[in-house]
């Protein structure tokens, strides 16, 4: 059973990722309309890069690498914040039942930043998209699987594995998936999960809360500023 706090929390999380995707489209100053489902509805590369779209392209304009935080909130198409926005609601809840709801956004937030940092380094022109941050919530429950055994830890392991081979064999098939924002993402959640620890051996306390805290309102800042400076930048 999901609490109230961790419905209100990954509810949240959806609606900043479908209005930064509206945004995005209105900045786009017309729709992209194709019978190509993986590029239906998908904003321009300029309106996605005002709006904090990461990689070297974004880095070498606007040498602003809080980039970072900011493209794990953005998306190319339709089909992609659906398909990220069902997988969310799928590794939340039980990433929020081991880690804490607090813990949870934490490694979310944080191991996006860690997939794009390591997708600019490796030299990704730009990119975007939730499952960097997703990649980080699979990385915390494999470690916590792994780290803790038993019947359920073996299970959760198990299911952590599947996902895994999922991402690996989507990442050699389609085209334009950003395998370096997943495996950085996934290794900084598994680190962060070390970290951070689960509920069965630390119970959520202040110090996850402020964590959460800061991390939520820092993005909330850059978010807000990126929409605001392209709002200026469309309408000069």
């Known amino acids: 059973m999901i609490d109230d706090r961790t419905k209100f929390t990954i509810q949240a999380v959806i609606w900043v990722n ?9 900045f786009s100053r017309g729709l992209h309309f194709t019978l190509n489902p993986l590029t239906a509805l998908a904003p321009s590369s300029d309106a996605l890069i005002f709006l904090g779209a990461s990689g070297t392209v974004p880095l070498a304009y606007f040498h602003d690498w809080s980039s970072i935080f ?8 339709l089909l992609h914040i659906l398909f990220n926005m069902m997988a969310l609601r799928t590794l939340a809840p039980l990433t929020t039942k081991e880690f804490g709801v607090y813990r949870m956004l934490s490694i979310y937030i944080l191991s996006g930043a860690g997939g794009f940092f390591l997708s600019c ?28 055994g038993g019947l359920w830890g073996k299970m959760v392991f198990d299911q952590t594995k599947s996902w895994i081979f999922s991402l690996v064999l989507i990442g050699l098939i389609l085209p334009n998936i950003n395998n370096w924002g997943h495996g950085g993402g996934f290794a900084a959640g598994f680190i962060l999960a070390f970290l ?19 991390m939520s ?12 400076q392209g709002l200026e930048l469309i309408l000069k």
Do not use: Q
């Not at 479908?18 to 209105?26: E, F, K, P, R």
């Not at 900011?70 to 198409?77: K, P, Y």
């Open 70 to 77: 900011t493209a794990n909130w953005l998306h190319g198409s």
């Open 18 to 26: 479908v209005i930064m995707y509206a945004l995005s489209l209105v």
């Open 217 to 228: 309102v820092f993005t909330c800042f850059l978010l807000f500023r990126s929409v605001f």
């Open 196 to 214: 951070f620890g689960y509920e069965e051996r630390r119970r959520s306390g202040k110090i996850d809360i402020l964590i959460c805290t800061g």
């Open 121 to 148: 380094l490796g030299g990704v022109p730009l990119t975007i998209g939730a499952s960097a941050g997703l990649c980080g919530l699979i990385g915390a429950l494999f470690y916590f699987g792994w780290s803790r």
